[in-house]
Nanobody, 124 residues
Framework: QVQLVESGGGLVQGGGSLRLSCAAS????????MGWFRQAPGKEREFLAG????????YYADSVKGRFTISRDNAKNTVYLQMNSLKPEDTAVYYC?????????????????WGQGTQVTVSS
């Protein structure tokens, strides 16, 4: 059974940084893809960043491009999201997302596995 364990969320002041981690267990995803979504209260789940674990291609939403960086450690089956220059509007629950196959589209309905979510709160 696949489990995704997220960590690194918390409270940070505007302009600050956080680093999220997501460790997958139960199977490896070296030929799949791992990414991050977020969902703020009253809003739809939003794609942020994704990486294809085999080739290393990365994808970003315009809202986070230049501020967030996704990376992965295939040996640890772990994906990271480095978040810099955080803004109050980045406040949301952040979810790790995993696909068994690579993708360039990152629609939420294509995701095979979800993490439980970690809260990120950015104060003004």
């Amino acid at each position: 059974q696949v489990q995704l364990v997220e960590s690194g969320g918390g409270l940070v002041q505007g302009g600050g940084s956080l680093r999220l981690s997501c460790a997958a267990s139960g199977r490896t995803f070296r030929r799949g893809a791992m990414g991050w979504f977020r969902q703020a209260p009253g809003k739809e789940r939003e794609f942020l960043a994704g990486i294809n674990c085999g080739g290393g291609s990365t994808y970003y939403a315009d809202s986070v491009k230049g501020r967030f960086t996704i990376s992965r450690d295939n040996a640890k089956n772990t994906v990271y999201l480095q978040m810099n220059s955080l803004k109050p509007e980045d406040t949301a629950v952040y979810y790790c997302a995993v696909r068994s196959t690579p993708t360039s589209t990152w629609y939420h309905w294509e995701i095979d596995y979800w993490g439980q979510g970690t809260q990120v709160t950015v104060s003004s």
